[in-house]
Structures are given as structure tokens and as C-alpha cells.
């Protein structure tokens, strides 16, 4: 055991070395994606050079989760601890699988970053953002330029991600191909359990905040009734100071 330590101490120090570029490559792969879906008149060499850019990317994951499980001491307990960053490594770089890695990887960067009940608030709203940009951009990736389409931008795929997620469902934008009726399945799931946790967050928050100013008021009234008792006993002595100085006068 005694030499077990000093390989967890490295394997944690490895992860916050590492946490915030990791952060940044989730970021650019995110914006491989968006650029690959959004530039619908790209060329050949540029789609190729976005392809070995989302490959390279994949491909430093996959070395930091490796030098990870290799400086973890129980390898396998690591494994069953960390299994979206195994899907990350698993899962192969083809662009259906796009919109999957780009959420796991920003997502797992997140949580390597929330710690605290302050940060899991941040942690719920980016994951919220994070759905709504991805299934907005896999909804619009799916559906335009597809027959009866009703998207004609991605300001069209956005409009159909925040009234699908809020259960709004004007009906003006809907899918018309299989991918995007999954798409809006996945959006409808994990949206609404999402904006569900978020308000539970929210309420739980203010909550706290309330019962804060309660205990604050609460304490003030004591400390105020304990001024109130010293005044009384303070006008009472003097009372009695007065009275005692009144019966040592001598008559007049």
C-alpha cells in the first residue's frame, strides 16, 4: 500500500495539469463539428482537413485516458469508475458518431471541473446549452436540404430545439426524416430531465437562500431582545441609583 500512493498522487496531479487544455480541445471539437455541419458548401480538401483535425483530437483523448488507467493503481476499478471517457475512446471517429463524442467529451470535461454545489449549478446550465447547440446542429445536419424540409437555416434548427425541449411544440418546424424524429427523441429526453434537474437546482437554491435570511433574522431579533433586556436592566439600576441618592439627602 505504501507504494500504491505516490502513483494516485500522480495520476491526480496529471488530471489537474491537464483539465483545462483538455477543456479547450473539447471546445475545438465542438467547433470541427459545427464547422463540418454549418459549411454545407465545403470542399473535398477542406472536409478532409476537418476530418484529420476531429482524428487528431480523438486521437490525444484517447493518449490522456490511457496515461490515465496506466497510472491508476486498481486499473480496472478505474475502468467501471469512467465509463463515458471509455465510450469517448471506444466509439470510432465517423461522422455519425460526431455529435455523441462532442457531448461526452465537453461533458466529461465539465464534470472534471464541478466539484462544488456552486460549480454543479454551472455545471447544469452548460449541460443544458450544450444539448440544446448539439441537437440543433445534428437536427439541422439531418434535416436540410431533405425533401418537404423544414429548415432552411440553423437558425430554423434552434427555433425547433428550444420550443421542442420546453414541450412548446408550435408545429411549425418538424422533422421529415428518420434521423431527425430520433434526433428530436433524444432532444425530448434528456431536455426535459435536464430543465427538470436545472428548476430543482434553481428551487433548491433559493431554498437555502431563504432559510439563510431566516437564521440571519432569527439571530438579529435575539441579539436585539437581549439589547432590549440590558436597557431595561441598565434603566432599573438607575432607577434605583436615583432613589438611593434621593433617601441620602439630608432635609432641608
Known sequence: MAEAQPLI???QAWERATSIPMMALAVAFLGVYAWHVL????????????TRIDITIWAMFAADFAIRVWLSTNRWQFLRNHPVELL???LPPFRPLR??????LLLDTLNRNTRT??????FVGASSVLILLLCSLAFFDAEYGAPDSKIANFGDALWWSAVSVTTVGYGDVYPVTTEGRLISLVLMTFGIGLISFAIGTTTSWVMDQLKAVEAT???TDREIGLLVQEVRALRTEV???RGSAKEEQPAS
Request: aromatic share 2%; glycine share 2%.
Open 9 to 11: 498522487s500522480r495520476r
Open 39 to 50: 459549411d454545407t458548401g465545403s470542399s473535398p480538401v477542406l472536409d478532409a482537413w476537418l
Open 88 to 90: 469517448i475512446v471506444v
Open 99 to 104: 455529435l455523441l463524442r462532442a457531448a461526452l
Open 117 to 122: 454545489r456552486a460549480r454543479m449549478a454551472v
Open 217 to 219: 433574522a432569527e439571530a
Open 239 to 241: 432607577a434605583e441609583l
